[in-house]
């Protein structure tokens, strides 16, 4: 399975990921109202019971639930090889708090809480994880004054 050097080579791959697998399986349906609801529901040939809502507009065909689940578990499962690839911090982990860090608008919040929820990581975990702990304290240094 693939690992990777940098969060951003990881997003641009899992988007690549995503848009290879949504083709037929994830549809948008941008609605203002009831009506434009039913009209998209009508152009994509589908009924309301047969979808799952990611919410804004974007909805899984339930019958590709399973495909999905398998699809997160592959994108989680490449993350957390990265992640453990990185054993001392400085490069896979720190590139993902820098970037999550910066997405989560860390220099206005002052607020790890957010990136770490984005992350699915625990104050907990990154304490009893030497190459997380030093990955965030590296990614925190540019916001240092």
Do not use: P
Not at 61 to 66: A, V
Not at 96 to 118: C, G, I, S, V
């Amino acid at each position: 399975m693939t690992t990777y050097n940098t969060y951003q080579e990881y997003k641009n791959a899992r988007k690549e990921a995503f848009e290879k697998f949504s083709q037929g399986k994830i549809i948008y349906i941008i609605a203002f109202s009831e009506k434009d609801f039913k009209e998209g529901l009508k152009k994509h040939n589908v009924a309301e019971k047969d979808l799952i809502s990611f919410g804004n507009g974007c909805f899984l065909i339930k019958k590709y639930k399973k495909d999905y689940e398998e699809y997160a578990k592959q994108q989680n499962d490449i993350l957390n090889k990265s992640i453990a690839a990185d054993t001392k911090g400085n490069g896979f982990i720190k590139s993902m708090f820098a970037y999550e860090l910066a997405n989560n608008e860390y220099r206005y919040t002052e607020n790890k809480k957010n990136t770490l929820d984005t992350l699915s990581l625990s104050y907990e975990q990154i304490e009893n994880n030497a190459a997380l702990k030093n990955g965030l304290n590296l990614a925190l240094k540019r916001y240092e004054y």
